[in-house]
Nanobody, 127 residues
Framework: QMGLVESGGGSVQAGGSLKLSCRLS????????QAWFRQAPGKEREGIAA?????????YYADSVKGRFTISRDLPRDTLYLQMDALEPEDTAMYYC???????????????????YGQGTQVTVSS
């Protein structure tokens, strides 16, 4: 079983920063894929940042956040982070962390097909 609990959301003005945290438990702690997603009202959930593999891993970013958001993790603390800088009103969404076990097939790390998602934390950016 996988456990994921997000925190750190809130309201911020455009240009500001927030850092989200995701506490991992169960199989999520050692999942091969660990990622952040977001879903804005009326839109589909989109993958924005992902770790693939253990240790330093390989990192993927969606074009919409590349250069502004940074994914990181603290393995001893079982915590995944998302540092968000230069926030824009378009970043307003519910943010979720997610985990998926190793897949033999060609799985795209930012695709919306993870094994488990957290309950989400709201981020609101005002102009």
């Amino acid at each position: 079983q996988m456990g994921l609990v997000e925190s750190g959301g809130g309201s911020v003005q455009a240009g500001g920063s927030l850092k989200l945290s995701c506490r991992l438990s169960g199989y999520a702690r050692t999942a091969y894929y660990q990622a952040w997603f977001r879903q804005a009202p009326g839109k589909e959930r989109e993958g924005i940042a992902a770790f693939v593999g253990g240790g330093a891993g390989t990192i993927y970013y969606a074009d919409s956040v590349k250069g502004r958001f940074t994914i990181s993790r603290d393995l001893p603390r079982d915590t995944l982070y998302l540092q968000m800088d230069a926030l824009e009103p378009e970043d307003t969404a519910m943010y979720y962390c997610a985990a998926r076990q190793f897949s033999l097939t060609g799985f795209q790390p930012l695709s919306n097909a993870y094994d488990a998602y957290g309950q989400g934390t709201q981020v609101t950016v005002s102009s």
